[in-house]
């Protein structure tokens, strides 16, 4: 149907995953609800580029929106979306 071998979804989307605890907002983060479509198949073998980028911040709780999205390696968009997160303070940091 793809003309290729192509990856679950949870593949795909764990570069999001990587990027939201790692980066941006950072350690410490966890999802609290996600909205995404999965618009193309992701092959294998592809190369893929996660992007996340904070749309709003609650003033009251470290909780934010972000805006998602993973493209492949020709630019093309594979998953668009959104999420909710919370930020734990870790201890010692």
């Known amino acids: 149907m793809f003309g290729?071998?192509?990856v679950q979804g949870g593949v795909t989307s764990g570069i999001l995953n990587a990027?939201?605890?790692?980066?941006l907002p950072g350690p410490g983060t966890v999802?609290?609800?996600?909205?995404?479509?999965?618009?193309?198949?992701v092959g294998v073998d592809e190369e893929i580029t996660g992007?996340?980028?904070?749309?709003e911040v609650r003033p009251d709780k470290p909780i934010c929106?972000?805006?998602?999205?993973?493209?492949?390696?020709?630019?093309?968009l594979c998953l668009t979306g959104?999420?909710?997160?919370?930020?734990v303070p870790l201890?010692?940091?």
């Open 4 to 6: 290729k071998l192509i």
């Open 31 to 41: 999802f609290l609800e996600v909205a995404w479509k999965f618009v193309k198949a």
């Open 51 to 55: 992007r996340v980028e904070v749309k």
């Open 82 to 87: 959104t999420a909710t997160v919370f930020t």
């Open 65 to 76: 929106k972000i805006e998602t999205s993973v493209r492949n390696g020709q630019g093309e």
């Open 19 to 23: 990027l939201v605890v790692e980066d």
């Open 91 to 93: 201890q010692g940091a």
